[in-house]
């Protein structure tokens, strides 16, 4: 295996299959985590340069180092970790749903930060490891709804810091490695959302624009080359978190505003 290797969770589908792709066609040798999505995973490993494959139940969580390590013992060269797999589920502060709860903080904020432990500690690189952790615009504007998720996001992001903070005092990885934060907007309809209430929503931003997937395809590619001084968080969402928008865009369109 002469190529780099890249580890993109939640890689079967919607933006972690374009990051996939991207890499791949870039000519990394991609490696697909999926915890549901067996048949699209394997159709775009398929369909890419050297990629495989990989289940790993983050639900779960508890297999999570396991299967970490083993990809660390696999793999020669494995440079970069981006952890994009998510869920997002609906819960207001009013009627926080303890299951929603209980998955988001393991799917999207405990699974991720052991995965990057391990991959760190253990994996080998020929030129300096980078974690790249998906975050949300809702950590600089938040709002009540999907309560759980937007708490597990703010987890994750802390995570990073810690791990960047642990990188730098030499416990934990090594000096040319590097722990990002990559905080989007709204790229993909969501949740219930049509295509049309999509194209309202995702404008409700500084630029009025709607920002478009390959621009956080681009920000990964940028991050993997390891320009950034550690825990850095790059926001990619038309001026979005600049704003305070008191409920979540899907609402805030079928509402009216502008």
Not at 7 to 24: K, P, Q, W, Y
Not at 78 to 90: D, G, I, P, Q, S
Not at 133 to 138: G, I, M, V
Not at 141 to 168: E, G, I, R, V, W
Request: aromatic letters at 6%; one cysteine or more; a neutral charge.
């Amino acid at each position: 295996m002469t190529r780099p290797a890249v580890l993109v969770t939640g890689g079967a589908r919607r933006i972690g299959a374009a990051v996939a792709r991207a890499f791949g066609e870039a000519g990394w040798h991609v490696v697909i985590q999926y915890g549901r999505s067996a048949a699209e995973a394997e159709a775009l490993a398929a369909d890419l340069p050297s990629a495989i494959a990989v289940h790993c139940d983050f639900v779960d969580g508890d297999n999570t180092a396991d299967f970490a390590a083993s990809l660390a013992s696999r793999l020669e060269d494995w440079r970069v970790l981006v952890n994009c797999a998510a869920v997002f589920e609906r819960d207001t502060a009013e009627t926080l749903k303890m299951d929603v709860f209980r998955r988001a903080m393991r799917v999207n904020a405990a699974s991720p930060a052991k995965l990057a432990q391990v991959f760190l500690a253990r994996a080998r690189s020929a030129a300096g490891k980078r974690v790249i952790q998906f975050t949300d615009q809702k950590l600089a504007n938040p709002n009540p709804d999907f309560f759980s998720y937007t708490m597990s996001k703010h987890a994750a992001a802390a995570a990073m810091t810690m791990l960047a903070q642990s990188c730098d005092a030499g416990t934990l990885g090594g000096p040319d490695d590097r722990v990002y934060a990559l905080a989007p907007g709204a790229i993909l309809p969501s949740h219930d959302q049509t295509a049309d209430e999509a194209e309202a929503s995702h404008k409700l931003n500084l630029l009025g624009r709607r920002t478009g997937i390959d621009e956080v395809v681009d920000a990964c590619l940028f991050l993997a080359r390891g320009l950034l001084a550690n825990g850095q968080t790059l926001y990619l969402d038309s001026g979005q978190h600049l704003l305070s928008q008191p409920r979540d865009v899907i609402y805030l369109a079928r509402e009216g505003a502008r």
